[in-house]
């Protein structure tokens, strides 16, 4: 197969993940036999740094021609002081709606070897395996906004349609059904009038999994949840700004926010990104953990392009490598880390020990 990527790496530790993702990326398709060619696109700060947009229109063109998209991380200190329409986050949302990419899944599991790392004891945390169904592409990052500085007053508002909500809510059982079966649908329905069409509608559609089990929790308890037994969960089907707030929890409770990864998908090309940001205060000091890149890489080879075994040899990489003990440096209290690029080739180095022999491609 021929695996054409747009690689948009991005601010801060973004170049530095996304060049560790590649280099296993290129591992998995040299053992399996596939072809993969890399365009490179700018975006976020590193485009609008110099007066230019945070999403050229030849970045856009690149990712709508490519089979997938590979996002590093947007965001820079420096980007504070620009208007908002130069924000390098602005050029992400854009990108994720010209894509239009409406359904964000991130997984969140705990690893056996990470356990440890946790906040929660072991006891609570083992066994986690959960994945967010974030929609992506509506709500309040979307919604009417206004900021009067002058007048001290600022407003953003969240809308969503029930098409919006039936989408993401069909991909959220879709999922359940490959997995768990069981479905929690996180909202603010005593306060918030999206949130009370959000529940009819999950509920409308529910009728048609009556496999599925389904529950609706209010954010905050979901919050709480989520510490208290985060093992209770399976798909767990969220708003656009809520989706990302729990997902930073769960990746905190799983040891690292360097480890999530995210898939964009229900658009019309497939966008994958490392749930955390650029970390500008660790950027360029090769220090950074390219788990959640290479994870998005997997789910690329999974979702996009329907390659399930490479996938699952690259999640057994990533496994095999944390189980021998090797660590970057926010996944070790110690000293005794690998820096970005190494660790990645621990993990690349993995996947081509684990290929079948005479797997290997010429
Ligand atoms: C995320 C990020 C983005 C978001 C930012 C960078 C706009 O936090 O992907 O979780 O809020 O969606
Ligand atoms: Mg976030």
């Known amino acids: 197969m021929r695996i054409e990527l747009a690689?948009?790496?991005?601010?801060?530790?973004?170049?530095?993940?996304?060049?560790?993702a590649l280099r296993v990326l290129d591992a998995v398709a040299r053992s399996a036999g596939h072809t993969v060619e890399v365009r490179e696109y700018p975006v976020g700060w590193a485009s609008a740094r110099d007066g230019g947009d945070p999403l050229p229109q030849a970045t856009l063109d690149?990712?709508?021609?490519?089979?997938?998209?590979?996002?590093?991380?947007?965001?820079?200190p420096d980007a504070d002081r620009v208007d908002p329409e130069r924000r390098p986050e602005r050029g992400l949302l854009r990108l994720r709606r010209e894509l239009g990419?409406?359904?964000?899944?991130?997984?969140?599991?705990?690893?056996?070897?990470?356990?440890?790392?946790?906040?929660?004891?072991?006891?609570v945390l083992r066994g986690t395996d959960l994945i967010f169904v974030r929609e992506l592409s509506s709500g309040i990052y979307y919604g009417e906004s206004s900021f009067d500085q002058q007048r001290g007053v600022a407003r953003s508002t969240m809308e969503y349609t029930r098409d919006q909500?039936?989408?993401?809510?069909?991909?959220?059982?879709?999922?359940?059904?490959?997995?768990?079966?069981?479905?929690?649908?996180?909202?603010?329905?005593?306060?918030?009038?999206?949130?009370?069409?959000?529940?009819?509608?999950?509920?409308?559609?529910?009728?048609?999994y009556p496999d599925v089990s389904l529950r609706h929790m209010l954010v905050?308890?979901?919050?709480?949840?989520?510490?208290?037994?985060?093992?209770?969960?399976?798909?767990?089907?969220?708003?656009?700004?809520?989706?990302?707030i729990l997902s930073?929890?769960?990746?905190?409770?799983?040891?690292?926010l360097g480890t999530l990864a995210s898939a964009s998908i229900g658009g019309r090309v497939d966008l994958y990104e490392p749930v955390h940001g650029s970390a500008p205060d660790i950027a360029g000091l090769g220090v950074a953990n390219p788990m959640g890149a290479i994870l998005s890489v997997g789910l690329m080879l999974r979702h996009t392009?329907?390659?399930?075994?490479?996938a699952a040899a690259l999640e057994e990489a990533v496994r095999s490598v944390l189980?021998?003990?090797l660590r970057t440096r926010d996944l070790t209290g110690g000293d005794e880390w690998l820096g970005c690029g190494a660790f990645a080739d621990e993990i690349a180095r993995a996947v081509a020990l684990a290929a079948p022999a005479g797997a290997e491609a010429d």
């Open 305 to 310: 392009f329907g390659l399930e075994a490479e």
């Open 62 to 76: 690149g990712c709508l021609a490519a089979g997938a998209v590979l996002l590093g991380a947007v965001g820079h």
């Open 323 to 325: 189980a021998r003990g």
């Open 101 to 123: 990419c409406f359904a964000n899944l991130r997984p969140a599991m705990a690893w056996d070897a990470l356990v440890d790392l946790s906040p929660l004891r072991p006891a």
């Open 248 to 256: 930073d929890q769960a990746a905190a409770l799983t040891g690292s």
């Open 165 to 208: 909500i039936e989408r993401v809510t069909r991909v959220a059982f879709d999922l359940a059904r490959q997995r768990r079966r069981s479905v929690v649908s996180v909202d603010k329905a005593n306060v918030l009038a999206p949130s009370r069409l959000w529940r009819s509608t999950v509920d409308a559609l529910a009728a048609e």
């Open 7 to 20: 690689v948009l790496p991005g601010d801060g530790i973004g170049p530095e993940v996304t060049a560790g």
């Open 220 to 244: 905050d308890r979901a919050a709480m949840e989520l510490v208290l037994d985060p093992r209770q969960f399976d798909v767990v089907l969220t708003g656009n700004l809520f989706g990302d």
